[in-house]
């Protein structure tokens, strides 16, 4: 078992930011049916609110929350496990974040180990009491965004990439594989890892009669110019590392950057269901 990881950065000096969003999911060009599912929400005090695929709005009013689902199972299971696990978020997020705002809890990591834990349970329940969903499992990669922070939440092989705006890009999560652990350790390149035979194989998910859940938890302090990516390991097939700041950067005619990267993810490999959230600090 891999220990929470709590990544942090100085806090910034204007708290008050202009998130820019948008999120596109295509089932590629194999799977019969797309097993991903992706979450954008808007949370204050008083309700919470569904985001379009496209949109912006200024942190100062509300928290702001996307998240990417990776499903697993057979016949529909794994796209009602990623289905399951954004909805639940939305209904659980209203009362946790109540209770955070109150003090009752101890901050953003309660909050966010409760949303997994719940999911997992929910999953969990369904898959011993269906027989149709037996096994079935999800991934999940979640961002909190509030006033010049991003907390982040994980689990499975989705991803959560940072490209802060001095330059550069970080994956902020760790894939839940044997694959990636080995990535990690320098044991394998990058093109072996896309190709590896058991790439796929998650030690951790939400569900999958996994008993123990442990899922990494984090923290970025944001500024203006940072982006962070959302994504399924769709997009991760397709696009190595070294190109995801170039296809979510610039300009793409009609298409949002969600769309561009997964257009290009999925015309490149298609292997997989491709999904990918896109998130500005301007």
Same mark, same amino acid.
């Given at each position: ?27 590629? +060009? ?19 609110? #569904? ?27 794994? &796209? ?11 209904? !659980? !997020? =209203? ?16 909050? !966010? ?6 999911? #997992? ?25 509030? =006033?010049?922070?991003? #907390? ?44 590896? =035979? ?16 442990? =899922? ?9 110019? &940072? ?11 397709? *696009? ?25 993810? *999925?015309?490149?490999?298609? +292997? ?11």
């Amino acid at each position: 078992m891999l220990p929470k990881s709590r990544k942090t950065s100085a806090p910034v000096a204007n708290p008050s930011l202009l998130l820019s969003w948008s999120g596109q999911t295509d089932r590629g +060009r194999v799977r019969k049916n797309n097993e991903d599912a992706f979450l954008g929400l808007a949370v204050d005090a008083h309700e919470v609110r #569904h985001l379009g695929k496209i949109g912006e709005a200024g942190s100062e009013t509300a928290d702001f929350l996307f998240a990417v689902s990776d499903g697993m199972g057979g016949a529909n299971a794994g &796209d009602f496990a990623s289905r399951s696990a954004v909805e639940k978020i939305t209904r !659980l !997020l =209203p009362p946790l974040f109540k209770q955070r705002a109150s003090g009752i809890s101890a901050g953003f990591d309660d909050v !966010l180990d409760e949303i997994f834990t719940e999911i #997992h349970r929910a999953i969990l329940y369904l898959g011993s009491s269906y027989e149709e969903c037996a096994g079935m499992g999800a991934t999940l990669s979640l961002c909190w965004f509030t =006033p010049g922070w991003m #907390h982040f939440g994980h689990i499975g092989d989705s991803r959560i990439y940072y490209f802060p705006s001095g330059g550069g890009i970080k994956q902020l999560t760790e894939d839940d594989t044997h694959v990636g652990w080995l990535f990690r350790t320098g044991a394998i390149t990058e093109w072996e890892a896309k190709n590896h =035979p058991m790439r796929n194989m998650l030690q951790k998910s939400l569900g999958a009669d996994q008993q123990f859940l442990n =899922p990494q938890l984090g923290v970025v302090g944001i500024s203006p110019g &940072d982006r962070f990516l959302i994504c399924s390991d769709g997009v991760t097939d397709g *696009v190595y590392d070294g190109q995801l700041l170039e296809f979510i950067s610039g300009k793409h005619g009609r298409l949002s950057a969600a769309e561009h990267l997964v257009k290009e993810a *999925v015309e490149r490999s298609g +292997r997989d269901n491709t999904t990918a959230v896109i998130v500005n600090v301007n």
